[in-house]
């Protein structure tokens, strides 16, 4: 068969599944519902989402729908970016940033290049292989960008933004069926099975050049996403000693840090990640089920442990405090070593994953706004006031064009070469760029806690529902506890 007569199978089958959603009450009707009534959103929220969507909307390119992974320095396109850039699309529908005719139409120029673009073993030439998309991907070919990965955790994010918009999109507009059409086709294409060469784990990875990375994703970090989506699949889904297999290493990562008894994972983007589409909300697994807790309570000591770390300060940091944290990977001022007042070394990096444990020996003092902001939902009495407070007193440094710049270190007050941002005399480093995924991440969870719209879609969606009970979650919104 012919990749044309397939598409056209595929477009079949996806009309089908998502008529037999709108039957059962799915697609936008079920987005009425509000998250909370009466919200009174602070007008910096409301400023800052509306600037983070226009760095989707601005820095597209508009020819295949790919978003640049850093802005403004020049850069490649970061899969993943792409991914939180089509959740972002419908947001600004209601927000009425733009129209759903403009959205869709940005929608389906994206989804037709992802569905049409080269997939093949070869390192060069092609976008992806076995259904999954590389990494990093050229601005303007939409080929592979220098020696990036084959990944799944970026796939996975990519494919949420796209089931986010078959679900969204369910109107009889001839592009909107072929959204529906496109996202389905994307999604079955993958080969979920083909990632376990050390089944039942999933590999982070594939090389053309080495093949399979060495790193296989167990718990507890942002890949749960990954094994919701390959246990949803309709085409090639994992086993379910999949998820068995992601949770075994949980018992290493729980116990109480800074007076919270949780799963901890050091870096915020991985407590916010797979919440940022799925509605993890009074649903359990059977880990978790142990436990006494959701994932979603989970996130939220998470966020509190953040600033209970900020208040103890182990590295002395300048300005920590109750309302000054925020720790995750993100851009930083150089990978140097330099001896403060006392003669002690401080050593500093560039791009990092840094997060909090008790010596603070994976902080180097610089903070990331959305790590902050896209806890938004989980603990609001926290970072409201975090938020408001950064922006009043470094916002002539920190918040611009597309709001919050990627971080800051004000503790950081050398005049020296750095690899990226600026130093600012008297203030500190500050980064130059705003980041795809961090910008993301930020825009949509401000959504979540105005309205769960995102959440309340991918309710919606049969193959997020699938994955989620085929790992075992139940109570809530899925249903009986079995």
């Not at 949420?160 to 001839?174: I, N, R």
Request: net charge negative; hydrophobic share 40%; glycine share 8%.
């Amino acid at each position: 068969m012919s990749r044309q007569g397939a598409t056209i199978v595929v477009a079949l089958i996806a009309t089908a599944v998502l008529m037999i959603m709108v039957l059962n009450g799915g697609g936008r009707a079920a987005a009425e519902e509000p998250l909370r009534a009466g919200v009174a959103v602070n007008p910096v929220l409301v400023d800052l989402q509306e600037r983070t969507f226009r760095f989707f909307w601005d820095t597209a390119n508009p020819e295949n729908g790919l978003i640049p992974d850093r802005h403004p320095t020049p850069s490649y396109s970061s899969i993943a970016a792409v991914g939180f850039g089509l959740t972002t699309y419908p947001i600004g529908v209601e927000r009425g940033y733009v129209t759903r005719e403009e959205a869709r139409q940005r929608v389906v120029k994206t989804l037709r290049f992802f569905a049409d673009a080269p997939q093949g073993p070869e390192p060069r030439g092609v976008t992806g292989y076995r259904g999954f998309f590389y990494h990093f991907l050229d601005m303007k070919t939409g080929q592979r960008f220098e020696d990036s990965e084959l990944s799944t955790v970026d796939t996975a994010i990519l494919l949420a933004g796209a089931l986010f918009c078959q679900s969204y999109f369910d109107g009889p507009d001839p592009e909107e069926v072929e959204i529906r059409s496109l996202a389905e086709a994307i999604y079955r294409r993958v080969d979920w099975r083909w990632a376990q060469p050390k089944a039942p784990a999933i590999s982070l990875g594939w090389l053309p050049e080495e093949g399979f990375l060495q790193y296989d994703w167990r718990g507890y970090n942002e890949a749960m996403l990954v094994y919701l989506l390959a246990l949803g699949s309709p085409t090639f889904p994992v086993d379910l000693d999949a998820w068995q297999e992601w949770t075994s290493t949980y018992d290493k990562h729980w116990g109480t840090f800074f007076g919270q008894e949780h799963l901890s994972f050091g870096p915020l983007f991985g407590h916010q990640y797979t919440h940022v589409w799925v509605d993890l909300r009074d649903i359990r697994d059977a880990y978790m089920q142990r436990r006494g807790l959701d994932y979603f309570e989970n996130s939220r000591r998470a966020v509190q442990a953040q600033r209970a770390y900020a208040v103890a300060n182990p590295r002395r940091c300048r300005d920590y405090g109750e309302s000054m944290w925020g720790i995750t990977a993100s851009d930083g001022p150089a990978d140097v070593e330099i001896p403060d007042p006392t003669g002690r070394s401080q050593r500093f990096r560039s791009y990092a994953a840094r997060g909090i444990d008790l010596t603070g020996k994976l902080d180097d003092c610089t903070l990331a706004p959305t790590a902050v902001v896209a806890s938004l939902p989980f603990a609001p009495d926290l970072v409201i006031p975090a938020i408001l407070e950064m922006h009043r007193r470094y916002g002539e440094h920190i918040y611009s064009k597309y709001g919050f710049l990627d971080a800051f270190n004000r503790t950081f007050t050398y005049d020296i070469p750095l690899r990226h941002g600026r130093h600012v005399p008297e203030f500190g480093w500050v980064a130059s760029d705003y980041l795809g995924i961090d910008q993301g991440a930020s825009l949509v969870m401000i959504e979540n806690y105005r309205s769960a719209l995102v959440w309340r879609v991918m309710r919606q969606n049969p193959y997020v529902r699938r994955g989620l009970q085929q790992a075992g979650f139940s109570g809530g919104w899925l249903g009986p506890r079995r």
